[in-house]
C-alpha cells in the first residue's frame, strides 16, 4: 500500500467555519471519487502541542491530508483522471494561495511501531476518537537519509515506546516528493516524514508530557531532527477525520 501526505493550509480570505466546512465536506467528496483512491483522511490541527505558541498561537498549518493507494500506478491513474482535476479546480477555492509547501506531497514509508491493547486497530471494542498527536519532522542538515531514517526508527522510536501513555504509533518516513501530476514536483521534500502518536484522551497526552521517558525522547531530538524548523512548523494535537476507507 502506497501512502501520500500533503500539509495543508486553508485560505485566510474566506469565512473560517465556512472554509473548514468546505474542506471535509465538498473537498472530501471531490477525493472520494477519485479512481483507485483507497483510503482518505484529515488530520484537522487543534492546538500546538508543546514548544514555542503552545497553548497561545494557532498551528502554520491546518492539517494534514493522507490518501493510501494499492501502488505507484494506481497513484500515477488517480492523479490523471478528470475527478481529480475537480479536486484541483475546488483545492484553488479552499487553500491559501501562495503557501510555500502547497501542492508538495511526500511519499511516506508507514512503520507501525506500536498496536497497544485496548485500542481499535488491536480488535477491541473501545470509546473512538483518541487523542493524536502529529508531529511533521525535519532531519538534521546534512545527516544522509538512510542514516536519519535508521536512527529514527531504532533509536528515537525506541524511545518513544518507553512512553507508556502512547496507546498506538506510527512512524511516515519520506521516500519521494510527489507532484500534483504524480511526478517529483519540484524534486524537494517538503518533509523529511512524521509522527502519529494515539493517546486515550487529552489529558493523558498532557500528562505524559512530565515523564522522565518524554524527556529522554525531547533531548534525543537534536541528535535526528532540526529541531528549530520542526519549531517553526508543525508538532500538534489533531482531530481525524476519515473521509473515504
Not at 484537522?44 to 494534514?64: C, F, H, R
Not at 484553488?92 to 507501525?112: C, D, M, T, Y
Not at 545527516?143 to 512512553?163: F, K, P, Q, Y
Not at 501530476?181 to 518533509?191: I, K, M, R, S, Y
Request: glycine share 10%; net charge negative.
Amino acid at each position: 500500500m502506497l501512502k501520500v501526505a500533503w500539509l495543508v493550509r486553508l485560505s485566510r480570505q474566506s469565512d473560517r467555519d465556512e472554509v473548514v466546512r468546505a474542506w471535509n465536506e465538498d473537498h472530501g467528496k471531490l477525493i472520494r471519487d477519485v479512481p483507485g483512491l483507497e483510503r482518505y483522511t484529515h488530520n484537522q490541527t487543534v492546538a500546538i502541542a508543546e514548544g514555542p505558541g503552545a497553548g497561545s498561537e494557532a498551528p502554520v498549518i491546518d492539517g494534514i491530508a493522507c490518501t493510501w493507494w494499492a501502488d505507484d500506478a494506481a497513484l500515477q491513474a488517480g492523479l490523471r483522471s478528470d475527478a481529480w482535476q475537480a479536486v484541483l479546480e475546488h483545492g484553488r477555492e479552499i487553500f491559501e494561495p501562495g503557501f510555500p509547501l502547497a501542492n508538495r506531497a511526500v511519499a511516506v514509508e508507514e512503520r507501525v511501531m506500536r498496536i497497544g491493547p485496548g485500542t481499535p486497530w488491536s480488535g477491541a471494542d473501545v470509546p473512538v476518537p483518541m487523542c493524536k498527536h502529529i508531529g511533521v519532522l525535519y532531519f538534521r542538515p546534512g545527516m544522509a537519509r538512510e542514516d536519519a531514517s535508521a536512527h529514527w526508527t531504532n533509536v528515537h522510536g525506541a524511545l518513544a515506546l518507553e512512553i507508556p501513555e502512547i496507546r498506538y504509533y506510527v512512524q511516515n518516513h519520506g521516500v519521494r516528493p510527489i507532484g500534483l501530476d504524480g511526478g517529483n514536483g519540484d524534486g524537494e521534500f517538503a518533509f523529511d516524514g512524521f509522527s502519529e502518536a494515539w493517546f486515550t484522551d487529552r489529558d493523558t497526552f498532557e500528562r505524559s508530557h512530565e515523564s522522565p521517558a518524554w524527556y529522554r525522547l525531547r533531548d534525543d531530538s537534536p541528535n535526528l531532527f532540526d529541531v528549530e524548523a520542526i519549531e517553526a512548523g508543525v508538532n500538534c494535537v489533531v482531530e481525524e477525520r476519515v473521509i473515504k476507507g
